[in-house]
């Protein structure tokens, strides 16, 4: 271990009456790939926040080569050496690549003149250095999503970065885009960048950093060296106590009229010839890797892209999947990849978001507020769904406490048939456990559920069978019982015969 680069001292902040870190203090050696780890909740974005210069600790400092680093805002942050990567992309689609790298910060000349060739230059070393294929005068627009995420990178290493932090940088990424980014970081660490990696991907963790520390309830546990401890070790420390168990089940034998019936379902440039069925109580997995048309395929089956061929029926009733609102009336619900953007209402409160799909199918023309807060009063106890109250806006939660909510409203139309797009995407150990359970208790119930999921072996411990998709086409369906991950990632990957 080399000398201590980065050192967190007795820090502590409070918001209102919420303690969001109490005391936390540890140290990451320079020139080291440290995690940070916990539960939603457990203070790990407020503790970005003031090393990032955008929040103010109440008390404590944060130590950098010894010296106290005191940002008062994310200029001066990036300025004194801190290059933070997002995993919200903070990029201006309508700007170039130098235009983004540069943003806020560009080169001039004298009288305040920009300094194109400069800013040019600089971003071809540096898109070189990434392995990026782009050049400085490339729409940001037209960089996929790991590309633009090591933009991200670049813009904190044009300005001599020695603290790079990744906060969930990977979730969007696919395997092989992840190994790009990770061999990226281990060349940024030989020449002495210091890397502080959030995540709850525990194999990642495992993958790229060689001490862990453990953050729960705002406080410092523990930190951990990867060589002599166990994933199920930090799991213990992250959540206090044994993960829930997983709940068994039986599963159900496919009677009766199915709950969703597919044929022939095709969008064009997209997915061909789709066809599968699932039973009342049954979880369909559907696994795929990016552009395999997995999440397409549930974004037209909730009528939200037009189909060019095929039929669904749905209880045994045909329905033409033109709208959302139809699909809503034939007992279909989405819960879409992307909550911030698609599944949450941010300006409205905890209380509107658990209502708002029941009121807008429900035909009622008149709001009755105390129906309403008894109902998602309801939800929220039915969920678990931790928040001070239901006047908060969801921003006021944790991930996991949000993803909760996209759920539970839906769970409130009482659909026969629930879609979910990547359930557990950039929740906590604790929460995924709980929305496991949650899938399971609705299965059990009688409601069909088709899962997408990029994370194999959720789906393998989750679904009774496992759809793969490559290229638009189902490339086989097996069981989910005994059903392997190379199996499932040979289908995926190139032609075999599912068994």
């Excluded at 019936?261 to 696994?287: N, P, Q």
């Excluded at 009482?414 to 359970?437: M, R």
Aim: glycine share 8%; hydrophobic share 45%.
């Amino acid at each position: 271990m080399t000398g201590i680069g980065l050192e967190f001292q007795d820090v502590s902040r409070s918001f209102g009456a919420v303690r969001a870190l109490s005391g936390v203090s540890f140290s990451v050696a320079s020139g080291d790939a440290h995690a940070v780890v916990g539960e939603n909740g457990a203070g790990k974005s407020t503790l970005l926040k003031i090393l990032a210069g955008i929040v103010r600790p109440d008390r404590g400092a944060i130590r950098l080569d010894g010296a106290v680093l005191d940002s008062a805002s994310p200029r001066e942050a990036l300025e004194h050496g801190i290059g933070m990567v997002y995993q919200e992309m903070l990029a201006f689609p309508n700007l170039t690549v130098s235009g983004n790298i540069f943003a806020g910060r560009e080169m001039t000349r004298s009288f305040g003149r920009l300094d194109e060739p400069a800013m040019r230059a600089r971003t071809r070393e540096l898109l070189e250095r990434l392995h990026v294929p782009a050049t400085p005068d490339t729409p940001m627009e037209l960089l996929s999503t790991a590309h633009a995420q090591l933009i991200q990178v670049a813009r904190a290493l044009a300005f001599e970065c020695r603290v790079l932090v990744l906060d969930e940088p990977t979730t969007s990424l696919t395997d092989a885009e992840v190994d790009h980014l990770f061999t990226v970081v281990t060349a940024l660490r030989r020449t002495g960048v210091t890397v502080l990696f959030v995540s709850h991907r525990l194999p990642e963790v495992y993958r790229l950093c060689d001490r862990i520390t453990v953050l729960r309830d705002g406080r410092y546990v523990d930190t951990f060296e990867r060589a002599t401890t166990s994933a199920d070790d930090i799991v213990r420390a992250m959540v206090g106590r044994e993960p829930p168990a997983r709940s068994a089940r039986a599963v159900p034998a496919a009677v009766g009229t199915p709950a969703l019936t597919v044929r022939g379902l095709s969008r064009a440039d997209v997915f061909h010839d789709v066809s599968f069925e699932v039973a009342r109580g049954e979880v369909l997995g559907i696994f795929g890797l990016v552009g395999s048309g997995r999440t397409e395929l549930l974004e037209s089956l909730f009528g939200l892209e037009p189909l060019s061929a095929g039929s669904i029926m749905t209880n045994g009733r045909p329905m033409t999947a033109t709208s959302a609102a139809e699909a809503v009336s034939a007992g279909l619900a989405l819960v879409p990849e992307e909550r911030q953007r698609q599944g949450l209402c941010f300006n409205l409160p905890i209380r509107d978001n658990l209502v708002l799909p029941t009121a807008a199918t429900s035909g009622t023309q008149v709001i009755r507020r105390g129906a309403e807060q008894l109902a998602a009063q309801a939800q929220s106890d039915a969920l678990a769904i931790r928040t001070p109250n239901l006047d908060v806006t969801p921003d006021a939660l944790s991930g996991g406490n949000q993803q909760k909510i996209v759920i539970g409203k839906w769970l409130a139309t009482k659909p026969s048939v629930l879609l979910l797009d990547e359930p557990t995407k950039g929740v906590d150990v604790g929460a995924k456990f709980e929305i496991h359970n949650l899938i399971r208790r609705e299965a059990d119930r009688g409601m069909a559920c088709v899962m997408v999921s990029s994370d194999l072996p959720e789906v393998l411990a989750l679904a009774d069978r496992v759809l793969v998709m490559r290229e638009g086409h189902v490339r086989g369906i097996v069981p989910g019982a005994g059903a392997t991950e190379e199996q499932v990632m040979q289908l995926a990957t190139h032609e075999v015969a599912a068994s």
